[in-house]
């Protein structure tokens, strides 16, 4: 079967680096996307690794080792606006994204 | 601009009846897809199409049913029969068939069951 598994919650604090993990087990693999949700609203792109290591993009990379089948996302100097629901999704073999559950990541100040 | 626009953002029905969700997108997307999403949960694949005039069943199809007559169109109807309609639901859309297929969403409809 296919099987996406992130952490359900993470606390962190403001200005801090925090490391969300996923790892992933699909029918194929074409490309490993995050996503971030604010609760009530759409999801948004953040990355997309279809090659081992990692993508840096401000504040936020994204790491991926496919022999592992695993991913990170890394955001650093939280913020209080990054309180949000992360999303790991996998393209599979047929192309379509296989979606995590999501990790609800909460910033205190 | 180019995107995906839902409507309504709030809709509100009785027991019993069957309500149409609206999906427009103008990205010249061939691939669209409808999904429900429960309160602290992940996305679910209701159903998917990736042609004008083809459609798939998701994981969780009962209940639901789609039409794709035009390519910038894709409206999901929630039946009577679905058990627990109450959920936010999410339209996508994509390219097709290629190694990088990024979904782009559209506002999403919060839909409650009175």
């Known amino acids: 079967g296919q099987n996406i598994d992130q952490p359900t919650e993470m606390t962190a604090t403001e200005g801090a680096i925090v490391q969300i993990n996923c790892t992933y087990q699909t029918s194929g693999f074409n490309g490993l996307f995050w996503y971030q949700q604010h609760a009530g609203e759409a999801p948004t792109f953040l990355s997309y690794?279809?090659l081992d290591g990692l993508e840096e993009k401000g504040r936020f990379s994204s790491f991926l080792s496919r022999s592992k089948g695993y991913s990170y996302l890394l955001l650093k100097e939280l913020q209080m606006k990054d309180s949000a629901s992360y999303l790991c999704?996998?393209?599979?073999?047929?192309?379509?994204?296989?979606w995590g559950a999501g990790t609800k990541l909460i910033i205190k100040p | 601009d180019g995107g995906i626009t839902q409507s309504p953002k709030y809709l509100f029905r009785k027991e019993g009846q069957n309500v149409t969700l609206s999906c427009e997108q103008n990205l010249n997307h061939d691939a669209m897809y409808w999904y429900r999403q429960d309160p602290g949960q992940g996305l679910r694949l209701i159903y998917y199409s990736q042609i004008v005039n083809d459609f798939q069943k998701g994981d969780i199809a009962e209940g639901y049913s789609v039409s794709r007559e035009k390519k910038e169109s894709f409206p999901l109807t929630v039946t009577s029969a679905q058990k627990n309609p109450t959920a936010f639901y999410l339209c996508?859309?994509?390219?097709?068939?290629?190694?990088?297929?990024?979904?782009?969403f559209g506002p999403g409809t919060r839909l409650t069951v009175l």
């Open positions: 999704a996998v393209g599979d073999s047929n192309y379509q994204l296989i």
């Open positions: 690794n279809v």
């Open positions: 996508a859309s994509s390219t097709r068939g290629e190694l990088y297929n990024e979904q782009f």
